[in-house]
């Protein structure tokens, strides 16, 4: 029934209505009940940061739900809640009720992400904690329309030009102006998003928290031993310890082990002896891969969309690039195939169509949701 309804509302705009999303949910707001919502905008890193922090507050015994995207094989990887993916039943009845508050009107015109973002609400209504994360944007995303008690803001870079700008100030702005409390800061490869998050904050009369400021001796001590425990890379490590300062900031205790079971699937996971999966699809993915496989080659199983700076993702991947395997997706917004040719040929880069799998070689499957979801389905078949 969701899944129907879903299929008719195209997953992509060329243009977004931003006041849509407010109208819609103003109609409907004092039918809803919300949790204590903890807000994570940025570019890289939302999925994993949000599950440690869902999965903490649910091993500290409180009610939780964590609303991502986009999913990779399932819709229900996107509500996760106490601990699971929502099943089909739930999704179903929460389709229903959803449906019974809004016009018929409001309903069709909302987007794939809009509707979903709701429906994730109506879900999540009796959980004490939500952790939200925004889809592209920041102040305008769906997800901005909710009042929440605290705003994580994970590295920023470029990335959807088209949508949030074209340079790392506009980007940012647009993403941090989405703090309505507080605003929680994470590690930034570019300095001046440090300078904009005092800003808007100074601005708003809103208390500014840099992750580092809150983490003390015993924190990296707990830190080091979840690295051990769960063999996390650098990337994953920094999204640590950005959970355990919003921890901190909400007033509630941890050990070691409410961290210990956390990691979500997709970001660096390795399937097989042999291979390695990861969602990423823009240059800061990229590198944080870079510095997480540097010691060995690869053969990169690669696609890429037309909009993103694929060229620059294989210079920076290039040194760990054995060759590069092209494998299909189904996506109009998928590069063409002879402008992602050229661009290896140009790099030097050995590349062939993806068939299968060799056992002798090690293999980073890299690109979009798209490639990793192409490239499990085969693999799985």
């Given at each position: 029934?969701?899944?129907?309804?879903?299929?008719?509302?195209?997953?992509?705009?060329?243009?977004?209505?931003?006041?849509?999303m407010p109208?819609v949910?103003?109609?409907?707001?004092?039918?809803?009940?919300?949790?204590?919502?903890?807000?994570?905008?940025?570019?890289?890193g939302?999925?994993?940061?949000?599950?440690?922090?869902a999965s903490?507050?649910?091993?500290?015994g409180k009610s939780?739900?964590?609303y991502?995207?986009p999913?990779?094989?399932?819709?229900?990887?996107?509500i996760?809640?106490?601990g699971?993916?929502i099943?089909?039943?739930?999704?179903?009845?929460?389709?229903?009720?959803?449906?019974s508050l809004?016009?018929?009107n409001?309903?069709?015109?909302l987007?794939y992400?809009?509707?979903?973002?709701?429906?994730g609400?109506?879900?999540?209504?009796?959980?004490e904690?939500?952790?939200?994360?925004?889809?592209?944007?920041g102040?305008?995303?769906?997800?901005a329309?909710?009042?929440?008690?605290l705003?994580?803001?994970?590295?920023?870079?470029?990335d959807?030009?088209?949508f949030?700008?074209?340079?790392i100030?506009?980007?940012?702005?647009?993403?941090i102006?989405?703090?309505?409390?507080q605003?929680?800061?994470?590690k930034?490869?570019h300095?001046?998003?440090?300078?904009i998050?005092?800003?808007?904050?100074d601005?708003?009369?809103l208390?500014?928290?840099?992750y580092?400021?809150?983490?003390?001796?015993?924190d990296?001590?707990?830190?080091?031993?979840?690295?051990?425990s769960n063999?996390?890379?650098p990337y994953?490590?920094?999204?640590?310890?950005?959970?355990?300062?919003?921890?901190?900031?909400?007033?509630?205790?941890?050990?070691?082990q409410?961290l210990?079971?956390?990691r979500?699937?997709?970001?660096l996971?390795?399937i097989?002896?042999?291979?390695?999966?990861?969602?990423?699809?823009?240059t800061?993915?990229?590198?944080s891969?870079?510095?997480?496989?540097?010691e060995d080659k690869?053969?990169?199983?690669?696609n890429?969309?037309?909009?993103?700076?694929?060229?620059?993702?294989?210079?920076i991947l290039?040194?760990?690039i054995?060759?590069v395997?092209?494998?299909?997706?189904?996506d109009?917004?998928?590069?063409?195939?002879?402008?992602?040719?050229?661009?290896?040929?140009?790099?030097n880069?050995k590349?062939?169509?993806?068939?299968?799998i060799?056992?002798?070689?090690?293999?980073?499957?890299?690109?979009?949701?798209?490639?990793?979801?192409?490239?499990l389905?085969?693999?799985?078949?």
């Amino acid at each position: 029934m969701l899944e129907a309804f879903l299929n008719n509302k195209p997953l992509f705009y060329d243009k977004i209505d931003y006041e849509r999303m407010p109208r819609v949910y103003a109609s409907i707001k004092q039918k809803i009940k919300l949790p204590k919502i903890i807000h994570i905008v940025g570019t890289n890193g939302k999925g994993t940061t949000g599950r440690f922090l869902a999965s903490a507050l649910y091993s500290l015994g409180k009610s939780t739900g964590h609303y991502t995207s986009p999913h990779i094989l399932k819709f229900n990887e996107r509500i996760w809640l106490n601990g699971r993916d929502i099943d089909d039943d739930a999704l179903n009845a929460a389709h229903t009720e959803l449906l019974s508050l809004l016009s018929k009107n409001d309903a069709n015109s909302l987007s794939y992400f809009e509707y979903t973002t709701l429906l994730g609400i109506v879900l999540f209504k009796e959980c004490e904690y939500l952790v939200l994360e925004a889809g592209l944007g920041g102040q305008r995303d769906a997800t901005a329309v909710f009042e929440n008690i605290l705003t994580i803001v994970v590295p920023i870079d470029k990335d959807h030009e088209a949508f949030l700008g074209t340079t790392i100030n506009e980007i940012a702005t647009t993403k941090i102006l989405a703090v309505k409390t507080q605003l929680l800061v994470g590690k930034q490869p570019h300095k001046e998003v440090y300078t904009i998050a005092k800003k808007i904050c100074d601005d708003k009369g809103l208390a500014l928290h840099l992750y580092e400021e809150n983490l003390d001796k015993e924190d990296e001590l707990k830190v080091s031993s979840i690295q051990k425990s769960n063999n996390l890379e650098p990337y994953l490590v920094e999204n640590l310890k950005l959970c355990i300062s919003a921890l901190k900031i909400i007033g509630l205790k941890y050990e070691s082990q409410n961290l210990r079971k956390s990691r979500l699937f997709g970001r660096l996971s390795r399937i097989s002896k042999n291979i390695i999966v990861d969602v990423g699809h823009n240059t800061l993915a990229a590198k944080s891969i870079f510095e997480s496989l540097k010691e060995d080659k690869y053969t990169l199983v690669y696609n890429s969309y037309k909009d993103k700076n694929y060229k620059d993702i294989l210079i920076i991947l290039k040194e760990i690039i054995q060759s590069v395997a092209i494998i299909e997706i189904e996506d109009e917004r998928r590069v063409p195939l002879h402008d992602l040719e050229k661009v290896l040929d140009d790099l030097n880069i050995k590349h062939t169509k993806f068939k299968k799998i060799n056992r002798e070689e090690n293999y980073l499957v890299f690109g979009s949701f798209s490639v990793v979801e192409a490239f499990l389905k085969d693999y799985r078949e």
